[in-house]
Each structure stands twice: as structure tokens, then as C-alpha cells.
């Protein structure tokens, strides 16, 4: 584990795009570690609170410059969104800059490593200050050989119908529901946003292909340790067109006793890429649940054994109405974690967790 | 296309590992491009000839040292074996450095690139000599978006119930039967080997996991250009714990209309990593067809049309034995290609492709 990325107090790039749907990481954060957010800079926001401009969030402020964020002692600078292209936008340089000058450490979840950019590992280094790439994987990482099968915590996998669908959210507060009643949780982050949360991990998507399982096995074996329930953080989906092979990878590699399925009612194509995939229909919950079981079902048993829904775009009635409907289908517990609350799906992998150690305690 | 690969003539490196299951690369170079592989080098084995060490190969001689095989007029060296844990073994820098001085191109398979070493770029760069490492993915990779499946081009993808079981022979032997009967192929490779013998393609098992999709889609337009049908080189298996996201992104990304599927009838657990997978049974070939289809049927339609065997550990009785059971309960074309020859499963490919080429007539 990281543990300085895991009490860092952040100052919070978002220039020019801070909104509820342009910065993810931006957002993520105020979200998940809002003790930890002091400030963010977004110079065409200037002067608003973060609450202003999220709708939550509170009265963080919005700030013009680095120099604007210093008084409220950050001890990181976070860039908190993804530009076109991954890569760090000239206009990025100089605020990195003025940071590494006051002290303050770098974290990144760009594809372009900063840590290999001369200049800024430069003075990092003179200053004495870290320059953390949230993305950038191990490099000694095994091909996975399904040890992860074999660990004594219970470990779930998010899955989804589709890529950014809220698999992150959903393993979140899952394991805040189950923390609460006195479950000991490892959480495995398997992007950059869940390891800025949670302190460590690996981005799945950004290894070598042949170490995406190996990648997984890892982290599932890490996070077991000390934990009753392991939750690994899901990516991308089976049907999706272009992250398929790391949804795959993953499960593969994580090898979980059960999954949790995540889906938007009103989702009809793949996500991404403008409407490139909108040749495509998603499949059903019912489908999908069929296909997941299906894929991991040569390498051993696996179920979903809970639905996540993703309902921000239907009113309250019809929310509730279709995660009846659902659950009804399905014969599974159904909720939308941050609108109802994760119970239903803690209370899933309570029981899971507790026939697992029934069946080892037999054996 | 890099035309330079297709037109080398190779002094082939395998010191102290030359032999039919120890020198993959190699011996494949052996076997695929024989006319271009002037000599072996392995000062274990010097005096003997290729057909003494592997069992077919000719009068191609094994010598000693660099210099030893200058006088056959060699263009390129090409490291031809993989050392444990895919680096460049101290021994081999003298010859690299022999071989650079003496005008020869470099051709490596090795996880290491051997390009990005400060010594050896510095001696290529000065002798104007070129360093090719075959498992180097192109920087630019896009995420896939489905494009493959709109190709005119009839394309077939080899698929396998496990690693290491003939996908790259099957998808050559196809290639070379349809080409005798005057069908034009692209044949899209996937793989260090299969890209040494072509000339050209990505290893796709070596790209950032994000882009396996996107490397199978290029691939696959560009082996498209002028072809009737297209062959693509499989990876791994869609049930191999180690392999499968590489597996499951090919398939995406490639989109084939049909596949091929690979299996030895004597193999009971994936292979790879000693006995690492011994805790799990390979599916029947009735099952993995279903897992084929079911795996890319969400996204299209896509259907086995035949069964690649690799029976070279099984009496010639036993094999057509084997083969005619598996037609039967298949019902699908079945041949062993190197044994009894690929024309079934050519056969099978090109009613295929008739059968597009009538539908998009008729549309």
C-alpha cells in the first residue's frame, strides 16, 4: 500500500473543464475523499464553490491559480482530468512547476507518465518532493496462474453491461456498507480513479496484455490479506467492442467467488468513441448475467449474486419500478447504491462470505 | 508492410538451445522460410546440419560463431530462441556486436527491445544497419470500434482451447492452400513468429491492454486491401487463466466472419508455467465451439467452421480415428494440416466466402 497517496491533501487541477461530466477524477475525488480536497483550479470558475458548480461538494472553493491554493496547505497537486489524447497540455506545465517549487507532491492519472518527463523528475528530485503516475503499472508483474482462486476472503468482482456504468461507485459504498457493520473489506482499485481513492492498485488497462491477469491475481491476493471480503474493482465489460480483453483478463485473473452485475436501465449502445458502437445493442440483465457466469464458468463456479443499477436519468417511480422489475426477473437483490442504498448487496455478500467459511470450516 | 523483413536472409541465433521444442522462433523459421535461413548458430551443436538437430530442415549448416556464417552471405541475424525471462543473455551482446560490425540487420523477438539498448542503437546507428524487434507495438494503437466486421473480405480468425496448439501453423497451411488454388489472402499476424515469417504485423499480446482490439481491428483492414479472405493469427485461448483478455480482445477486434478452432486431442490442462494450470480441465471441442460463439455472438454472428488437430503424438490410426470422431459429432470439416494436409478447412473457407460474396451481391 501507498500510504502517502493515502493522506495526501489535495489542490485539484481541473482547468478549464471542473464540471459533473468533464472531470471524472476531479469529481471522483470530491466525492469519495472530500476531507481530503482543499481546493480546486479552474481559473473559468474562479470565485464559485465546488458545490456551485457539482451540485455537492459543499464549500470548497474553485480557485484561479496555484499560488491561490497554497494558503489552505495542500501537501499534493492531483490533475484531475483527462485531456484529449492523454497527454499533459502546455498549459499544465507551469502550475506543475510552481507546485514542485512549494513543495507539494504530483499525483497523475494521465496516460503520458510524468514521472519520466525530464524536466519535472528533474525537480522533483531537487526538490524532494514524489511524482506519483496513478496509471503507470509494476514492471515485474507475473501471467497469472489462478492462485487468486484460492484465497480464505470472500472476493467479488464488479462487472457491467458496459464500460462506465458504476462499477467503481458501486464496490465504494458495497464496502462502506459492509465496513459499517464490522466486516473487514480489502478493496483491489483497478483504475486510476479507485487508486487515488484508496491509497494503491493497479490500472488494468494500461499493463502489457499478457499481464492483465497476472495483474489482477496480484492485487486480489494483496487485498485478501487481513480482509473477510475482498472487493475488486471491475472495468469495461465482456460485450464491450473495445475493452472486452481487460474485462476478461480481469475476471480471469481475479478468479471471484461471485459478481456483482452494474447496469443503466436506459443504456441501449456501448459507451464511448462518440456513437461508434451504436451499431450494437447491450444485451438484457438476464443476458448479461448468462454471459458472465458463462465465461468464467471453465475455471470454476462463479455467480452474480446482485444487480447494480445506475437509475440519475428516471424519476423516483419508475427507478423503483424497473429494480422491481429486475429483481423480480433475476430473483436477485436489486438496488441503486447511491440513490437506495447498498444493503441489498452488502447483505448478498454477508451470506456469501459467511457459506464460504461454513464450507471451509467442514472441510 | 515492411518489405526489408520479407526479403532477409538470416544467420539464426539459437546458442545451446537449438532443438525442436527449445528454439520456437528458430525452428519455425526452419520450417516457414527455409530458403532464407542460411545457417544456425549454436557452438553446442556446430558440424551438424539443421536435418540432424530437428529432424527436417536440409543440409542447412549449424556452426560455431558469427564469423562461421558471414561467408553464406547472411543479411540479418535473428535471435531465434526466447530466454527465460525475455531478456538478452550477456552472451549474446559479442555476436550482436560481431554481427552489427559485419553489415547485418538485427531481428529480435525478445520481450526486450533491443533497439531502445544505448550500445547496440549507437553501433546499428553508425554501421547504417536496422534493429527490428517484432514485439514492439506500434505507439499510435487506437481502441477498436467494430470496423473490422465491414471488410469486403471474407476473414477468418484461429481460435484454440488452449495456448500453444497450432493457431499460427493451422492459419499458414490455410493460407498456403487457398493461395495454390488461386485465392488472395491477407494473413494478419498476431504474434513474433507469425510477423517474422509475414513481413509485417503487430504482436498483439505486447500492446498496452487497452488496445488489444484496436491492434486486431488495424490488422484486419489492413490485411483486408486486395484480399479475398483474410487469415487471422490467433492468441491463447478464451479459457486460458493466464492468456484469455488477449484472447477475447483479438476476437472483438478482429470481428471475423468465421473461425477456426485448434485443439490437441491429448492435452488435459492448459499449457504454460509448468504445472500452474494443472487444477483445470480443458473443455471438449463441442464445449469451447460454444464458448467461441457464444463469445462474439453479442456483438455478431459468428459461427466454427472447422477443426484444426495437432496429432503428431498420436499413432496415424488413432489420429484419423480421433479426426473422424470429431467430424461426427461436430459435424464440421476436421484435419490434422501438417499431417493430412489444410485442404478441408481451405475448402470450408472459401464456401464461405462465396457465400458473402453472393449475400453482398445480392444487397
Redesign the interface.
Known amino acids: 500500500m501507498n500510504h502517502d497517496l493515502s493522506t495526501y491533501r489535495y489542490l485539484v487541477v481541473a482547468e478549464g473543464q471542473f464540471g459533473p461530466l468533464t472531470s471524472k477524477t476531479a469529481t471522483s475525488a470530491v466525492r469519495f475523499i472530500p476531507d481530503r480536497v482543499l481546493a480546486v483550479l479552474d481559473s473559468t470558475r474562479a470565485g464559485r464553490t465546488v458545490q456551485d458548480v457539482l451540485g455537492f461538494g459543499g464549500d470548497v472553493p474553485v480557485v484561479a491559480t496555484v499560488g491561490e491554493g497554497l494558503p489552505l496547505e495542500p501537501t499534493a497537486l492531483l490533475i484531475g482530468i483527462a485531456p484529449q489524447g492523454g497527454g499533459l497540455p502546455d498549459a499544465f506545465r507551469p502550475m506543475l512547476r510552481e507546485a514542485i517549487a512549494a513543495g507539494l507532491h504530483i499525483v497523475s492519472g494521465l496516460h503520458v507518465h510524468l514521472g519520466d518527463d525530464p524536466e519535472l523528475a528533474r525537480l522533483a528530485a531537487e526538490r524532494g518532493v514524489r511524482i506519483h503516475d496513478l496509471r503507470k503499472p509494476p514492471a515485474d508483474l507475473p501471467?497469472?496462474?489462478?492462485r487468486a482462486r484460492l484465497v480464505d476472503a470472500y472476493s467479488v468482482l464488479t462487472v457491467g453491461t458496459d464500460c462506465n456504468i458504476g462499477k467503481m461507485t458501486a464496490g465504494l459504498r458495497i464496502r462502506d456498507a459492509l465496513t459499517a457493520a464490522g466486516t473487514r473489506v480489502g478493496f483491489a482499485a483497478t483504475g486510476q480513479t479507485g487508486i487515488l481513492i484508496e491509497g494503491w492498485g493497479i490500472a488494468?488497462?494500461?499493463?502489457?496484455?499478457?499481464f492483465?491477469?497476472?495483474a489482477a491475481e496480484r492485487l486480489v491476493l494483496q487485498a485478501a490479506e487481513g480482509s473477510d471480503v475482498v472487493l475488486v474493482e471491475g472495468q469495461g465489460s465482456?460485450?464491450?467492442?473495445?475493452?472486452?480483453?481487460?474485462?476478461?483478463?480481469?475476471l480471469?485473473?481475479s478468479?471471484p467467488d461471485a459478481m456483482i452485475l452494474c447496469h443503466q436501465p436506459t443504456r441501449a449502445c456501448p459507451y464511448?468513441?462518440g456513437n461508434?458502437?451504436h451499431?450494437?445493442p447491450l444485451?438484457s440483465v438476464e443476458?448479461m448475467i448468462r454471459?458472465c457466469e458463462?465465461?468464467i464458468a471453465?475455471?470454476r463456479p462463479s455467480k452474480v449474486i446482485g444487480i447494480s443499477l445506475v437509475t440519475f436519468d428516471m424519476d423516483e417511480a419508475a427507478a423503483r419500478d424497473e429494480i422491481a422489475r429486475i429483481a423480480d426477473v433475476t430473483g436477485l437483490p436489486v438496488t441503486d447504491p447511491v440513490r437506495f442504498g447498498a444493503e441489498p448487496l452488502a447483505e448478498a455478500i454477508r451470506r456469501g462470505a459467511e457459506a464460504k467459511r461454513a464450507c471451509r470450516a467442514s472441510a
Chains 1, 2 share one sequence.
Open positions: 501471467v497469472s496462474q489462478g488494468v488497462d494500461a499493463v502489457v496484455a499478457d492483465i491477469g497476472g465482456l460485450v464491450h467492442p473495445g475493452y472486452s480483453g481487460v474485462t476478461l483478463g480481469l480471469h485473473g478468479m464511448g468513441a461508434a458502437y451499431w450494437m444485451p443476458e454471459i458463462g465465461a471453465p475455471l
